[in-house]
T-cell receptor, first 114, second 113 residues
């Protein structure tokens, strides 16, 4: 079945440093979504990428979707303590276009030291 | 504000008992809801797709007789963990789609003693 791999599993940074998490799918994706889960909380939708090679920015966050639509990355510039949490990528299950059934990556747990 | 609610947020039960978890979409109708399970420091694993007015679709390896899902209305899906065991202890999260966005409930942390 479809697999979504995410690295690294953990990332510890000093406040102000940059952070990047990478996501790779075993199949071509119609779209990829990114979520953030704060400690003790639930996943919160950040963004969806649909087009090959797409790049989207949200303040200090930059999201990229690979040309082959099988990989993606999330980059945070100048991390802040509020960035702490687990970042998940997720793709539609089975390669479909459904926004519902998602296969999640393992997540990257980000800790930021002040 | 929250668009999907879950109740209870936390429950502790004895082994062998059943626990019902409710998932509600607030101010919108959801013909489809999803139930996920998340173990500590792990990813979300889809358990089943809850369909209003019809049977739920379970993912491979998920026992439908153990995890009963009822989607009786367009705003409510329930997950009942029957004859709970300690290994069922987990964080259960539901989600619903509004527009092109998937909204997750706040989750229910189940502890089975």
């Amino acid at each position: 079945g479809q697999q979504v791999m995410q690295i690294p599993q953990y990332q510890h940074v000093q406040e102000g440093e940059d952070f990047t998490t990478y996501c790779n799918s075993s199949t071509t994706l119609s779209n990829i979504q990114w979520y953030k889960q704060r400690p003790g909380g639930h996943p919160v939708f950040l963004i969806q990428l649909v087009k090959s090679g797409e790049v989207k920015k949200q303040k200090r966050l930059t999201f990229q979707f690979g040309e082959a639509k099988k990989n993606s990355s999330l980059h945070i510039t100048a991390t802040q303590t509020t960035d702490v949490g687990t970042y998940f990528c997720a793709g539609p299950d089975g390669g479909g276009t459904s926004y519902g059934k998602l296969t999640f990556g393992q997540g990257t747990i980000l800790t930021v030291h002040p | 504000g929250a668009v999907v609610s879950q109740h209870p947020s936390r429950v502790i039960c004895k082994s062998g008992t059943s626990v019902k978890i409710e998932c509600r979409s607030l101010d919108f109708q959801a013909t489809t809801m999803f139930w996920y399970r998340q173990f500590p420091k792990q990813s979300l694993m889809l358990m089943a797709t809850s369909n209003e007015g019809s049977k739920a679709t379970y993912e491979q390896g998920v026992e439908k007789d153990k995890f009963l899902i009822n989607h009786a209305s367009l705003t409510l899906s329930t997950l009942t963990v029957t004859s709970a065991h300690p290994e069922d202890s987990s964080f259960y999260i539901c989600s619903a789609i509004r527009g092109n966005e998937q909204f997750f409930g706040p989750g229910t942390r189940l502890t089975v003693l």
